[in-house]
């Protein structure tokens, strides 16, 4: 496809123009300031972004495949994640999101990813390239019984270096949270998370696990854990000296050594999958909001 006064371009990550040209396009359609990852060490390495630029070096059109290994009901699955797709209004509805969808999956399809995985408000985009939704599930722990509080848990802060080592070293050698469905490895979106929404805080655990989590005073939610241990969620509540009414656990608990029940999940956005694995992934089951992209 050619659209005359544009240039396409993928992989242009390393040139720092570009980059901003982007970040400028998903502030102005999502009002996101994606730029915040620099202070973590920039976007994640994996990604494959397709764009077309104008002739002022503006971008105004993207969209984005990255790596995104999952766990699924026991095995590890080469899925790819797809992110900030935009058009600027005034180069809507002359097929430059097709043009750029097709190019990714094309890419992603070539590269054996089994499994390709995304988040949308507008579903019917994707539903005629195969795409389906998966519905989600919240879990409704039951109180666990109280343990002896452990060695005191301390909160961390993105904005102290050696937090955010500790931070990145787990994220980097956690375990899956969950066997039945989570990310393997995916640090970039749980940084970036963790910036976007000052409610949430991140705890360590005897330096081998980070639960990330929010308490209201009553409800307690557990949204995810970047360790190589994954603790029981009565171990995590002692150590966080929480005694919550309710509690939400934001991915499937099969690792917590707990009692849950599944409700569902009502989001802004939904979690469409497609794919060879896609069959495979069976629920009930929710995307950590840490991972969520
Ligand atoms: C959604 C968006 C990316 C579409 O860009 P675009 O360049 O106008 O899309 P195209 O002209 O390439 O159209 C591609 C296809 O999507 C369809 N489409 C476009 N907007 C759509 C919408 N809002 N809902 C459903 N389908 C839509 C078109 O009819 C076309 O279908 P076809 O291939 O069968 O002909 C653009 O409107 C946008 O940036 N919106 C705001 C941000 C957003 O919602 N991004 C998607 C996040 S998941």
Redesign the pocket.
């Known amino acids: 496809m050619s659209e005359p006064g544009l240039t396409f371009r993928q992989d242009y990550f390393g040139d720092p123009c570009a980059w901003k040209a982007l970040a400028e396009l998903l502030q102005d ?2 009002s996101i300031d994606v730029d915040m990852q620099a202070s973590f060490g920039g976007p994640d390495p994996t990604s494959m972004p397709f764009g077309y630029f104008d002739s002022e070096g503006r971008c105004v ?1 993207n ?1 984005t495949a990255f790596s995104m290994p999952m766990m699924i009901n026991g095995t590890a699955v080469k899925a790819a994640g797809y992110q900030s ?5 005034e ?11 097709q190019r990714a999956f094309a890419r992603t399809a070539a590269e054996g990813y089994e499994l390709d995985l ?5 579903p ?3 539903e ?1 390239y195969g795409f389906r939704i998966l519905p989600q599930h919240i879990f409704i722990a039951k109180t666990p019984e109280p343990r002896k509080p452990g060695p005191p848990a301390r909160q961390l802060s993105l904005d102290s270096p050696d937090d955010l080592r500790l931070i990145k070293t787990l994220l980097q050698n956690r375990q899956p949270v969950s066997a039945q469905f989570a990310v393997v490895r995916q640090k970039e979106m749980f940084l970036l998370n963790a910036c976007f929404n000052s409610a949430i805080r991140l705890t360590a655990l005897a330096d081998n696990a980070i639960i990330a989590w929010t308490f209201d005073g009553a409800t307690f939610w557990l949204l995810d854990i970047a360790g190589t241990t994954i603790p029981s969620l009565a171990t995590i509540l002692s150590m966080l000296d929480v005694e919550p009414e309710r509690i939400e656990i934001c991915f499937s608990p099969d690792r917590l050594d707990c009692e849950a029940s599944p409700e569902p999940y009502e989001g802004y ?1 939904m979690l469409m999958a497609r794919g060879k694995a896609a069959d495979d992934i069976a629920g009930p089951f929710i995307l950590s909001p840490m991972a969520e992209f």
């Open positions: 359609t999502f059109a969209f797709g935009a058009v600027r209004p180069w809507r509805e002359r097929g430059l999101y097709r043009d750029l969808m995304l988040l949308t408000d507008k019917a985009l994707y005629r956005t």
